[in-house]
């Protein structure tokens, strides 16, 4: 059971470049979401999904795109890449409303 | 707007002595998580509390929330090395479950001989 993947580990972008990370989980979880984390910030939403074809904004939205096409996979796009965009990026899913969240290992991105 | 704040940011403790962290938050809410990270590594859940009142424990680690105060506690009992870690607290912004769910700055925890 890989629960919740997320690739790649890491990642380094010019200003301007676009990406996607991903995230896939195995678990059959209906909510799935994307956090950044930065030094003293704790964790900050990026967007979340309550399942397949429905996505909402988080804390953050700007400069990021989701979709969820599917149950198991919930893609994070960078539209234009920005030096404020360098942090490390966690997906995370749960069962439900209540349930805690399963992390992915993270993506640390750099953007130069 | 929810703030989740915790306290102390630092902490450092010797072995064997106890320890108690704080989290603190500015609107109603029911549902509490901690969660708990070690260096460079993802985040692993520790406890949900679902209730006034409620509390949970695992091993050297108790939480507990009072949602009148907007306070919940985890309290470290004899503290070991491999306890050494960042603790964060999570909080349900709205009643919107974890797509709504506001974290603490953590409290990072270190546990000396």
């Known amino acids: 059971n890989a629960g919740v993947t997320q690739t790649p580990k890491f990642q380094v972008l010019k200003t301007g470049q676009s990406m996607t990370l991903q995230c896939a989980q195995d678990m059959n979880h209906e909510y799935m979401s994307w956090y950044r984390q930065d030094p003293g910030m704790g964790l900050r939403l990026i967007h979340y999904s309550v399942g397949a074809g429905i996505t909402d904004q988080g804390e953050v939205p700007n400069g990021y795109n989701v979709s969820r096409s599917t149950t198991e996979d919930f893609p994070l796009r960078l539209l234009s890449a920005a030096p404020s965009q360098t942090s490390v990026y966690f997906c995370a899913s749960s069962y439900d409303g209540n349930s805690p969240l399963h992390f992915g290992n993270g993506t640390r991105l750099t953007v130069t | 707007e929810l703030k989740v704040e915790q306290n102390p940011l630092f902490l450092s403790m010797q072995e064997g002595k106890n320890y108690t962290i704080y989290c603190n938050y500015s609107?109603?809410?029911?549902?509490l998580y901690w969660y708990r990270q070690d260096p460079g590594k993802s985040l692993e859940s520790l406890f949900v509390l679902l209730s006034n009142g409620a509390v949970k424990q695992e091993g050297r680690l108790m939480a507990s929330l009072d949602t009148k105060a907007r306070l919940s506690t985890l309290h470290i009992t004899a503290a070991v090395h491999d306890l050494s870690a960042t603790y964060f607290c999570?909080?349900?912004?709205?009643?919107?479950?974890?797509?709504?769910?506001?974290f603490g700055k953590g409290n990072q925890v270190v546990v000396i001989p």
């Open positions: 999570a909080v349900d912004r709205a009643n919107y479950g974890n797509n709504r769910l506001a």
């Open positions: 609107t109603t809410s029911d549902r």
